[in-house]
């Protein structure tokens, strides 16, 4: 199985121009046109099943200040109609699964607003941008929000490292700001996206050795050299697990062949490019119970 647990689902005009200009950057063809002929339902599912992917986390964004806007609603309601196509006969299916997005200076109660979405909604986990809506990850804000995530079950996945968009404070994206949250929520699966890039690798790596519930997600690293940044990355392969962060990266397929052919056992590789994430997003337990609803 293969999870990719970083997947933006903003069309063009969700993003404010800077965010698109740098992203055109990474890809050689016109990005515009690869977003909207991907970013239907039919294009979303064929895209992903294309790479091998058998599913992927779609996230909600609300940074009207820095990157953009793809609301819950929004989000959901993509979500909902992409997994709605009908599964192929063989081969990954391509699903998505919905993390919403709580913008602290927005929305006022955070635990009520993430348990309706989670309970009423269907999402399945949580995305934080500090660096994108310029709050720390340990602000006392989040944790009624971190608190109700805990109860629900669900993971957070929050942004660490920095960003080359306008507007973006670096400063919030020191992944030991998370060590508060790992003490406090010890049955709150939290993910660190992009690996504290690239100031903060050590200390990614250390948190994730650290705090049984904190995992380094590497999306928007160049698989390749994750090795480079990460020695020891094999000694910690359970509580590693990929994302590609397209649109950003929007090659579905790249880092995935690069992650291949790193020297690391095929247990590991197992572990980073699905084992993990299944485990966080009760895949396994989600893709039996369908099975068995659809045997009825």
């Known amino acids: 199985m293969i999870v990719d647990f970083h997947l933006h689902v903003s069309r063009p005009e969700h993003e404010h121009p800077w965010v698109l200009d740098f992203a055109q950057e990474q890809y050689d063809g016109d990005l515009l046109e690869l977003m909207r002929q991907t970013l239907t339902p039919e294009g979303i599912r064929r895209a992903l099943q294309s790479a091998g992917i058998d599913h992927a ?4 964004e609300v940074s009207p200040v820095t990157t953009g806007t793809i609301s819950n609603e929004q989000t959901i309601a993509f979500v909902r109609a992409a997994n709605a196509v009908p599964d192929p006969p063989t081969g990954p299916a391509g699903r998505l699964i919905p993390f919403a997005n709580l913008n602290p200076f927005i929305e006022g109660d955070l635990a009520a607003r993430l348990e309706q979405l989670v309970q009423e909604q269907g999402f399945r986990g949580i995305k934080v941008y500090p660096v994108y809506q310029l709050h720390y990850s340990n602000d006392p804000r989040l944790y009624p929000m971190y608190a109700k995530a805990q109860e629900l079950g669900i993971p957070a996945l929050v942004h660490t490292g920095s960003s080359a968009f306008k507007g973006a404070r670096i400063k919030y994206g020191d992944p ?12 709150l699966n939290l993910l660190m996206a992009h690996g504290g890039r690239p100031f903060w690798y050590e200390q990614a790596f250390w948190m994730a050795r650290r705090h049984p519930n904190v995992y380094l997600e590497v999306s928007g690293l160049p698989a390749k050299k994750l090795l480079e940044y990460f020695p020891r990355l094999e000694e910690i392969a359970e509580k590693v697990v ?6 950003g990266n929007p090659d579905l397929r790249r880092n ?4 291949m052919d790193l020297p690391l056992g095929p247990e590991a590789k197992e572990l980073i490019l ?16 369908a099975q068995a609803e659809a045997s009825q």
């Not at 700001?177 to 003490?183: G, K, S």
């Not at 995935?256 to 992650?259: C, E, F, G, S």
């Not at 699905?274 to 119970?289: D, F, K």
């Open 256 to 259: 995935i062949d690069a992650i």
């Open 274 to 289: 699905g084992g993990n994430a299944a485990r966080l997003l009760g895949l396994v337990e989600m893709e039996r119970t």
């Open 242 to 247: 990929y994302g590609s962060d397209w649109f």
């Open 57 to 60: 986390v779609a996230l909600a």
């Open 176 to 187: 030991l700001h998370l060590d508060d949250v790992a003490i406090d929520f010890p049955e």
